[in-house]
Each structure stands twice: as structure tokens, then as C-alpha cells.
């Protein structure tokens, strides 16, 4: 965890703002993937995730109510009990094939940021309704990386990019 005394949390030139395009299951794989969509473009970023991972999103961006508190409504609420906000999250670095993120908080008067997977960052970012950048680093690496890889990273993304909401569908679990 770091303190910064930054106030505004504003976003830094190399973020990317993102927007949860929606969940799908990988037809391969059987692993969640979160899809982002750059809001400023057709830009999508695919990040597989574990299965609680997307259910705790899936819940919230359906909002359904819980009976008690689930993982991510409980870090919300310990939050917001020591006076503190979530700004934004940023999927900052992707090494190894692994995402990171970091999650931008407000605590009396002073910026603090702490390391996330990705999945728990977007997960806090739905339930405190802020903003998600990915850093353009990432985005340009990922290209690279799904490239590498045995499956053709520009025929993914542009079946990525062309899904609609049909497609997308509702996250089941």
C-alpha cells in the first residue's frame, strides 16, 4: 500500500478509460472473461478470470441483492467505515501473461493505492460506481502477448469487437 498526497484523482495521460462490455464464457476453455471496451473506440481488452471473480461481478452488474455481504460488498462497506472512496482502478501492468491492477483510493486528504488482481479491482470499481482505465502499455502488450499465443489475437478481437448484445448475453453461472 502506498500513500500519495495527490487530492483529485484524475486520469493520467497513458489510461485508457474502460467500460465492462460484458461476461462471457471462453468456448475453450470454460474459464469467465471480463470483456473491456474502450469508451472512446472499438478497442476491447478480453481478461480471463476466475469463477467467483465473475460471479461477484456478474451479481453486481445485475444487481442482485444478497441476503449478507459477499467479499467485495464487505471491503466497500470497511471503506466507507474508515472514511475512505474508491476513485478509480487501473489495470496497470501485464507480466508473464498475468494482469495487475491498482485501486486509486481517497483516505483524509491523501491518495492511496493498493495492488489488485484485476477482477477484485473491477469488482470494487462496479460497486463504487468509478471509473477503470487500462494503461495503454498493457493495452499495446496484450496484443502482442495473445499473439504469441496459439490463438490469432486479431481474429479474437475482431469476433470481440463484432459481438453484440445477443451475443453477450447474461452472465449464468
Not at 474502450?38 to 453486481?60: C, H
Not at 467505515?81 to 476513485?87: I, K, Q, S, W
Amino acid at each position: 500500500m502506498t500513500t500519495t498526497p495527490i487530492h483529485p484523482v484524475t486520469q493520467a495521460s497513458d489510461e485508457v478509460e474502460m467500460q465492462i462490455r460484458g461476461l462471457m464464457m471462453d468456448p475453450v476453455t470454460n474459464m469467465p472473461i471480463i470483456v473491456l471496451k474502450d469508451i472512446g473506440s472499438d478497442l476491447v481488452l478480453p481478461i480471463w478470470v476466475g469463477i467467483f471473480e465473475a460471479n461477484a461481478i456478474a451479481l453486481e452488474l445485475e444487481k442482485t441483492a444478497m441476503p449478507r455481504p459477499m467479499t467485495h460488498d464487505l471491503l466497500q462497506n470497511m471503506a466507507r467505515g474508515l472514511n475512505a472512496e474508491v476513485r478509480k482502478v487501473v489495470v496497470s501492468e501485464l507480466r508473464d501473461d498475468t494482469f495487475y491492477a491498482v485501486i486509486w483510493m481517497d483516505h483524509a486528504g491523501e491518495t492511496v493505492t493498493m495492488d489488485a488482481r484485476p477482477s477484485d479491482a473491477i469488482a470494487l470499481a462496479l460497486r463504487w460506481d468509478c471509473p477503470i482505465y487500462v494503461n495503454r502499455d498493457v493495452l499495446e502488450n496484450s496484443k502482442q502477448a495473445a499473439s504469441a499465443q496459439h490463438v490469432n489475437a486479431d481474429e479474437m478481437r475482431r469476433w470481440l469487437e463484432n459481438l453484440n448484445d445477443d451475443d453477450m448475453g447474461r452472465y449464468k453461472m
